[in-house]
């Protein structure tokens, strides 16, 4: 007998509920903020083929699904509280919806967000998750503070994501052990909510890198009215492949540029601060256990700047991907 | 060139932001429910195919696809407040983003429901809607209320969904007038949130119809742990067609029943309150603007007994469908 759409959610992702005061089951889930608490609401569709490939593993990518949303609430500042499921699935296949569950309810306990509603249905494979967090009032960090003058910082390592997806269409060979590196990025990122909570009230604007750090840092400058200056050199840093010892010939000063500047699927933070700040941002990133460095600045005049390590222009087109581009 | 994520919902979907402090285009839609007061959230996944044909007008989609949210809302008594967008297009169509943003947003407006957030990206044709509503702690409707003793009530008409469905699939021939109300049933449905406000205090139990009357009853059986006896010929009157100068003979009083039973897609409300609130159910769905009838009891014993006019055993299989059956 085909498992039914309440028999899915309830047999594979139905765990206990405790901020919610009704959980998965009803018409509706209730939230219930703390009082002077706003409440902080994001949401990803992801579909196969488009955002993760078939291969995937089903665990690694129950993970991903969740940490592509946290990641939007640490780039707001906010506390996960609870998220819901929208799953379509070409058809039941328990081995799959064992792992992928396994994978999803893991990170969910791991950051304290609860499910608390769903939807499944048969269809081309595509997960929809709503992400719900909570924080103060006027506490959010938003798209549009970036000033003139501030540092841009970005959080982690960018760009081995995207090496991993070019081994992956062929167009790139690496070694193993660094091929191994770069796939766990991809398809394990780790969304930066403890840094996202620590840079409250100290970072001007952030986002998270989802698209590749020019294309994302073009929505701080709109949103803010700005334009920046960005050391391509200091991105390229930030590439793991950049320092390890088996990183290939392929993969020049350009190319790891690009992978830093354009790479996308990072879920890092970009975010801007003023330079008296510095401190506390270093404090911000020590406390979260989270590195963090300084790749540009925030100009007056609109527009990007991409230099080198000596103040160069670099050329290229590093805007990103779009999903539909 | 082709519109980027951003561009879509900019262009298409963003109107003026009421309730929500920020509204589309930043990481997070920020919600500040009034104090004291807690959030409903329902999230639906709506796939082509399945859950709506291909032909649908877009317009008419874009209604439907926030209607059946809107439906979860009031089958819990929510106030509506905001919603998040998910979606998956095979490709960018203005003609038909343009109507079917149309559709969505006119609900919206018409039901105080504003577009917090979005997301979308190329795919099989997807919507991903959650919604989030508002209501004083505690007065949530449940499905896990209901008491032996119960009066069973449903709102507005049911099975016409049903009948539409069927023309389409050929399995039936209506005439033009009768079809074209089974469609707007189908396709427009009207979502009962007045009277699900109207329910607050006064229903014992209450859910929406989207999968037929009998399997959502079953739903507010087993979460209240309860039996029932449903009057098979008191519901079949609630189908428009049952009445209407057209109908063919092929609707005859075996149809009726299966239509308003099993037809699913109906998004009334089904609702339990003791016969001593009578009354209390009638001004409500008069204040409601919402007609409701009696069609069957709450039963101490488990199972549901379906029976006819006369209180003789009804044969059938009613369960509904699933969207894995």
Aim: include cysteine.
């Amino acid at each position: 007998m085909p498992a039914g759409e309440f028999d899915l959610i309830s047999r594979y992702f139905q765990g206990p509920v405790g901020r919610s005061p009704l959980g998965v089951g009803d018409d509706c889930a209730l939230l219930a903020p703390a009082q002077g608490m706003q409440l902080a609401v994001s949401t990803d569709l992801l579909v196969e083929g488009r955002h993760f490939l078939s291969t995937v593993d089903a665990e690694r990518l129950g993970h991903k699904a969740l940490a592509v949303n946290l990641s939007d609430l640490a780039a707001c500042g906010a506390a996960p509280l609870a998220f819901t499921l929208g799953l379509a699935l070409p058809a039941v296949d328990e081995a799959w919806l064992d792992a992928f569950s396994r994978g999803l309810l893991a990170i969910a306990r791991e950051y304290g967000c609860e499910l608390v509603g769903g939807d499944t249905t048969r269809g081309p494979l595509t997960i929809a998750i709503t992400v719900f967090g909570e924080l103060p009032a006027g506490a959010a960090l938003l798209r549009s503070g970036a000033q003139p003058g501030d540092d841009i910082w970005v959080s982690g390592t960018i760009g081995d994501a995207r090496l991993a997806l070019e081994v992956f269409r062929g167009t790139l060979s690496l070694p193993a052990e660094l091929f191994d590196i770069a796939r766990a990025r991809m398809e394990r990122p780790t969304p930066r909510v403890a840094l996202g909570l620590a840079l409250r009230g100290a970072a001007s604007s952030a986002i998270d890198i989802s698209d590749g750090l020019v294309g994302d840092l073009g929505h701080i400058l709109r949103a803010s009215g700005a334009g920046a200056c960005i050391d391509a050199d200091a991105a390229a840093r930030q590439v793991i492949a950049a320092a390890h010892p088996a990183r290939p010939a392929a993969l020049d000063t350009a190319a790891l540029r690009a992978c830093a500047l354009a790479g996308g699927d990072d879920y890092e933070l970009l975010f801007t601060a003023p330079p008296s700040a510095r401190k506390t941002i270093e404090c911000a990133a020590h406390t979260s256990h989270t590195p963090a460095a300084r790749i540009g600045r925030i100009e007056a005049a609109p527009g990007l700047r991409i230099v080198d390590a000596h103040g160069a222009p670099v050329e290229g087109n590093f805007g990103g991907f779009d999903h539909f581009g």
